[in-house]
C-alpha cells in the first residue's frame, strides 16, 4: 500500500494521528507511506518522528522534498490513497486535488468533503473512531486492482461533479455587481 501526506506538518494537520494509527495494530501487508510538508514546530515534528520510530518493519515512511504545486495532481497518481486526518479545513485543496487525480481519499469528518463512501471515493471519518482508520487502511490493503479502479473513478466523478456544480462563472460576476 502507497500512502501519501501532502501538507503542513502542524498539529492541526493531525499527522500524528494516522501514524498511531499505522502503529496500533499488526496490518495485513506491506505500507510505504511518504510525507510531504515542511515542520512548523520542532516539538510536533520530533512527537512524529518518535511514533515513526516505534512503526513495525513492514511501514516504511519517508520525508520527501517538497513538490512544485504544478507537479502535485502527478504525483498523487503514484499512490494509492492520499490520509490527512485534519483537525479542521474550510475547503481542503489538496483533498480537492487527490480527487481531481483519482487518488481516493482517507481523511477526517473535519472537512467539507463528507459522504466519500457514497461517491466510492474514500472515507471521511470521525477523528474520535479510531478503529474505523484501521479498518479503512487495511481495505486499502486488501483492495484489487479493480476495485481500486473503482475508488479512483469514485474520486474523479465526485471532484468533476463539484465543478459542474459550483457555478462559478455566475458567482464571479455577482461579486462584482
Known amino acids: 500500500l502507497r500512502l501519501l501526506f501532502i501538507s503542513r506538518i502542524h498539529p492541526k494537520k493531525n499527522l500524528s494521528y494516522i501514524l498511531n494509527v499505522l502503529n496500533s495494530d499488526a496490518f495485513t501487508g506491506a505500507i510505504k507511506f511518504d510525507i510531504y510538508g ?5 516539538d510536533y515534528l520530533m512527537k512524529c518522528r518518535d511514533i515513526i520510530s516505534k512503526l513495525p518493519s513492514d511501514i516504511e515512511v519517508n520525508f520527501m522534498k517538497g513538490v512544485a504545486h504544478d507537479e502535485i495532481v502527478k ?6 490513497a492520499f490520509v490527512l486526518p485534519s483537525l479542521g479545513e474550510n475547503f481542503g485543496h489538496v483533498i480537492f486535488e487527490s480527487l481531481m487525480s483519482g ?3 482517507l481523511i477526517s469528518d473535519q472537512t467539507p468533503w463528507q459522504k466519500l463512501e457514497d461517491y466510492n471515493a474514500g472515507w471521511s471519518i470521525p477523528l474520535d473512531d479510531f478503529e ?7 481495505s486499502l490493503i486488501d483492495l484489487d486492482l479493480e476495485e481500486h479502479r473503482k475508488l479512483s473513478l469514485g474520486s ?6 463539484y465543478l459542474a456544480n459550483a457555478d462559478f ?3 464571479y460576476f ?3 455587481k
Open 174 to 176: 455577482e461579486l462584482f
Open 156 to 161: 474523479r466523478k465526485l471532484a468533476e461533479e
Open 132 to 138: 474505523s482508520y484501521k479498518v479503512a487502511v487495511q
Open 75 to 80: 504525483l498523487f497518481s503514484k499512490y494509492d
Open 169 to 171: 462563472k455566475r458567482k
Open 103 to 105: 487518488t481516493p481519499v
Open 38 to 42: 515542511d515542520g512548523e514546530s520542532n
